[in-house]
T-cell receptor
Framework: QKEVEQDPGPLSVPEGAIVSLNCTYS??????FMWYRQYSRKGPELLMY????GNKEDGRFTAQVDKSSKYISLFIRDSQPSDSATYLC???????????FGQGTRLTINP | DVKVTQSSRYLVKRTGEKVFLECVQD?????MFWYRQDPGLGLRLIYF???????EKGDIPEGYSVSREKKERFSLILESASTNQTSMYLC?????????FGSGTRLTVV
């Protein structure tokens, strides 16, 4: 079993829809949780960063962490075609230098 | 903002060639990483370095080596390129929040 599980998709939704992307993990030591967005043929870029449990909102994006369920989510409201990308979850424990990544979910927003 | 520069965006090399992929950062970060990314397999760690001349194997080091002679530069070396090393290669550094990645090098071995 992988330490971090993420459905690779692909996921295709119409413009304006609410998108929910999710990851589950098995290591209870993880405390730092990230979402990266990767456009085609580019490197991943940090989208959201959360420490421990709770919600964090940034514009149309909301990151949720539920440590009791070992489950993290990224919500995209009013999705736009420009949100079409691969979304990777990542996480690490206290003091760790290496991130553990999910496989990435390929998302397409259709105009 | 921290900048991570990978010298080539696209490379085509022949089987058996020795290939150098270069990564340069513009800050004084200790930790640098090389990943490869393949469809269906996600990101896989090849090597990482936490200081000059220091290196550690990642999950898939076979067929690769690395060099870090200066803090700002971390090189990935394919000793004898093979077609199964065709991939997207990503360099990353540890930053305040997770990693900062380079733009990637798409390597094709023919």
């Amino acid at each position: 079993q992988k330490e971090v599980e993420q459905d690779p998709g692909p996921l295709s939704v119409p413009e304006g829809a609410i998108v929910s992307l999710n990851c589950t993990y098995s290591n209870s030591a993880f405390q730092y949780f990230m979402w990266y967005r990767q456009y085609s043929r580019k490197g991943p870029e940090l989208l959201m960063y959360t420490y421990s449990s709770g919600n964090k909102e940034d514009g149309r994006f909301t990151a949720q962490v539920d440590k009791s369920s070992k489950y993290i989510s990224l919500f995209i409201r009013d999705s736009q075609p420009s949100d079409s990308a691969t979304y990777l979850c990542a996480m690490k424990g206290q003091g760790a230098q290496k991130l553990v990544f999910g496989q990435g979910t390929r998302l397409t927003i259709n105009p | 903002d921290v900048k991570v520069t990978q010298s080539s965006r696209y490379l085509v090399k022949r089987t058996g060639e020795k290939v150098f992929l270069e990564c340069v950062q513009d800050m004084d970060h200790e930790n640098m990483f090389w990943y490869r990314q393949d469809p269906g397999l996600g990101l896989r760690l090849i090597y990482f370095s936490y200081d000059v001349k220091m290196k550690e194997k990642g999950d898939i080091p076979e067929g690769y080596s690395v060099s870090r002679e200066k803090k700002e530069r971390f090189s990935l070396i394919l000793e004898s390129a093979s077609t199964n090393q065709t991939s997207m290669y990503l360099c990353a550094i540890t930053s305040l929040y997770g990693y900062t990645f380079g733009s990637g090098t798409r390597l094709t071995v023919v």
